[in-house]
């Protein structure tokens, strides 16, 4: 995801370099520590203002990678619920037309639903 915001200028190589640096560090939440846990971004969102702090990476760059970031999960999250529901469909537990019915009706909801 950062080697993104390096190509398109959003931030310079060393940056990167320095947020990797940043986040293996933490004792909290690094990867001497096992790496970050799903969900809980608390001790990421530490170590990324710490750097804003210090100078290194400026607050529309930590903004950016956040987006960066909830954009990638968001994704991620997309992605395995159609594997599932593809799943269903090849194991015949439900059909082609059902699945098509249920994703048109999530995307309703969803779409009519204000974000809080």
């Known amino acids: 995801m950062m080697d993104g915001l390096v190509a398109s200028g959003t931030l310079t190589q060393a940056q990167e370099d320095s947020i990797q640096s940043a986040l293996a560090a933490d004792p909290q939440n690094g990867s001497a520590n096992g790496g970050y846990k799903k969900g809980d971004n608390s001790g990421f969102k530490t170590v990324m203002d710490g750097l804003v702090t210090a100078g290194t990476i400026t607050q529309a760059q930590e903004d950016a990678i956040q ?3 909830k ?3 968001q994704n ?10 593809d799943g269903l469909v090849t194991a015949g537990t439900i059909t082609q037309a ?3 019915a249920i994703e048109s009706a999530i995307i309703t909801t969803t779409s009519t639903v204000a974000p809080n």
């Open 71 to 73: 954009s990638g999960q």
């Open 67 to 69: 987006s960066g970031l």
């Open 76 to 85: 991620e999250i997309q992605g395995a619920y159609k594997t599932a529901m």
């Open 98 to 100: 059902q699945e098509d």
